[in-house]
């Protein structure tokens, strides 16, 4: 029934450009509904306006991610499909084209290809013939620094509301350094969504030892690293040889990368960086906050009796690395910390368990609210070349890209695929999925990466140092590599 359910809409889409914006408001009542000869009246993004001024006009896009999971649609749907998302997606293109003779023109890059290069040697050779690079964190941020991207703040004609809830204001102003913005996402794209973390867990392990529920507990703001480790503890056992591996039966409380005992961290509220009043950030990592998270999660993710961490078993860039990870989505492992685009992927889809979704645990109860991390390398972000001719007509396209997005892609993507079709006996995930993404935190820190310090808590692992003598000797480089960055707006910088 869901499928017939689903091609039906997917069918009604097609012939309507109305159907995707009113398609969350399923129990609204035809009478409630505004006649269509009204409708003609409505500019399609009301902030904007009706206007032809930017008629036969064309929005470029150089991009990533082509065959990625919803990495392609937003920016590059070209025709429908059996996907609603790039259906929705479509329909976005044809009524901009539509309403204001806009079209958008989309360039997606060889995958595997170096992005940042290719963005350099075109601005270098002066070949650049978009107006907007879209891709991961780490891939944008040495352009900005280069002085290659516009400051949002900045533009003088800009039709960007970036405090509108189809932008997503938390993420612009963790993003912005003395002032000055170089990257936005929100609505207009998926894969800032798809990108961002959470934990996923077993529930059949969960029933099999008496854990208690554990959603509700998220739900209740009781879902803390110390209650992830107990039960990670009451779940782990050997399948009797005595011996923890990660290739026959042993069940494992957590399995994950070494990288992700910064992301344990940073969910304590706990970011590399502090930023001050004006905006600058500040080493942070030798703060009392971040120490005591740190213990804790190490504490955890050290315990080999409980944690199965890939750097322990293989290389990370070994071929049989995914044998730890596998443990989890073979149904031998409670825990596993995970982006959001798991649930769209065939590991989880395929699943011969129920599984269920959390927040990034807090540090105790007292933390104030979740904090949810996002993967620097594939959390796409959006920046205008500097190289932009028309500030006016390109953020008008974004501004009303965006909106659309929140009005009629979004709810295909959030509501339907995330909440209904993967989650669809989980009564509590929709309300979690909720928390994760209204608590993100990118650390700009990680964004910039600066002296490496992505790396930071697995090398202070691995060196056999303790956490605030390895934090300190890094602090040179750290805030020398930060410099840089602040120098390279320095033209910018009031």
């Known amino acids: 029934m869901k499928r017939i359910l689903t091609a039906i809409l997917a069918l009604l889409m097609l012939c309507t450009p109305f159907v995707l914006a009113s398609c969350g408001e399923e129990t609204q009542s035809e009478a409630e509904k505004a006649p269509a000869e009204e409708s003609k009246d409505e ?224 969910c304590c509220d706990a970011p590399i960086v502090d930023k001050n009043e004006q905006g600058i950030p500040a080493f942070a990592v030798t703060n009392e906050r971040n120490i005591r998270a740190f213990e804790k999660a190490n504490e955890m993710f050290s315990d080999k009796t409980v944690t199965a961490r890939v750097e322990d078993f293989y290389a990370w860039n070994s071929p049989d690395a995914g044998n730890v990870h596998a443990q989890f989505y073979n149904g031998k492992a409670m825990f596993v910390v995970d982006t959001i685009h798991a649930v769209n992927s065939d590991d989880l889809r395929e699943a011969d368990f129920r599984y269920g979704i959390l927040p990034m645990p807090k540090y105790d109860e007292t933390q104030e609210t979740y904090r949810t991390p996002v993967n620097p390398y594939s959390f796409f972000v959006l920046s205008i070349m500097d190289t932009c001719t028309d500030t006016d007509f390109v953020t008008f396209a974004l501004e009303a890209m965006a909106y659309l997005g929140e009005k009629q892609v979004t709810p295909e993507y959030y509501d339907r695929t995330l909440k209904y079709k993967r989650f669809p006996d989980d009564t509590d995930s929709s309300e979690v999925l909720d928390i994760i993404f209204s608590n993100r935190l990118v650390d700009i820190a990680i964004a910039y990466n600066w002296d490496d310090c992505t790396f930071y808590y697995q090398n202070a692992i691995w060196s056999g140092n303790d956490i605030v003598s390895y934090m300190e000797s890094r602090r040179g480089a750290f805030e020398a590599a930060m410099q840089q960055t602040l120098d390279g707006f320095a033209d910018t910088l009031e």
Not at 147 to 153: I, Q
Not at 208 to 233: F, G, H, P, Q, V
């Open 43 to 266: 500019a399609l993004v009301p902030s904007l306006g009706k206007t032809d001024k930017y008629s036969g006009k064309t929005l470029r896009i150089l991009t990533t991610g082509e065959n990625w999971t919803f990495g392609k649609e937003p920016l590059g749907a070209t025709e429908t499909n059996s996907e609603p998302v790039n259906n929705a997606c479509y329909e976005r293109f044809v009524q901009l084209e539509n309403a204001y003779g806009i079209t958008v023109a989309t360039e997606f890059t060889v995958e595997g290809s170096d992005f940042t290069a290719e963005v350099r040697n075109d601005r270098i050779a002066g070949t650049v013939d978009y107006d907007v690079v879209c891709n991961g964190l780490q891939w944008m941020s040495p352009l900005a620094t280069e002085g290659y991207f516009l400051d949002y703040l900045s533009i003088g004609d800009s039709h960007l509301d970036l405090n509108a809830s189809w932008w997503d204001a938390a993420c612009q102003e963790d993003m912005t350094i003395a002032g000055r913005l170089f990257f936005a996402t929100g609505d207009i794209i998926l894969m800032d969504d798809e990108y961002t973390y959470a934990v996923f867990y077993n529930k059949d392990l969960a029933d099999e030892n008496n854990i208690e529920d554990l959603s509700r507990a998220a739900l209740e703001n009781k879902w803390t690293l110390d209650l992830m480790y107990e039960t990670a503890l009451t779940v782990s056992a050997p399948d009797g040889d005595g011996i923890m591996d990660v290739t026959t039966d042993d069940t494992w409380g957590l399995v994950g990368w070494m990288y992700d005992i910064y992301n344990l961290i940073v």
